[in-house]
């Protein structure tokens, strides 16, 4: 099983992106998924998470700026970012509870992608 995230990059402060992350491999099922960040120097931190029935939670610094969605049947975790600032600038992570086989299940995180938002 892998995540593959994308859609990271330059952009100006107020601005938008969207991140993508696609599970693939052997996959029964897929429960929590979620963004993380780690900014430099510091500790990684949960910034989104969504249910397998589209229950949401945020961390209070991008509510009402940022968006994160599923699409079950493709496997994919999206994060639509607006209004940018610069103290957004991290590495994001997707995360995924997978399992790949019944009774067993994983916790798997993507290679991160990196957003950077100049001032």
């Known amino acids: 099983v892998q995540l593959q995230a994308s859609g990271g990059g330059l952009v100006q402060a107020g601005g938008s992106l969207r991140l993508s992350c696609a599970a693939s491999?052997?996959?029964?099922?897929?429960?929590?998924m979620g963004w993380y960040r780690q900014a430099p120097g510091k500790q990684r931190e949960v910034v989104a998470t969504i249910t397998y029935g589209g229950g949401t939670n945020y961390d209070d610094s991008v509510k009402g700026r940022f968006t994160i969605s599923r699409d079950n049947a493709k496997n994919t975790v999206h994060l639509q970012m607006n209004s940018l600032k610069p103290e957004d600038t991290a590495v994001y992570y997707c995360n995924a509870d997978i399992r790949p086989e019944p009774l067993k299940q994983y916790n798997y995180w993507g290679q991160g992608t990196l957003v950077t938002v100049s001032s």
């Open positions: 491999g052997s996959i029964l099922y897929i429960g929590a």
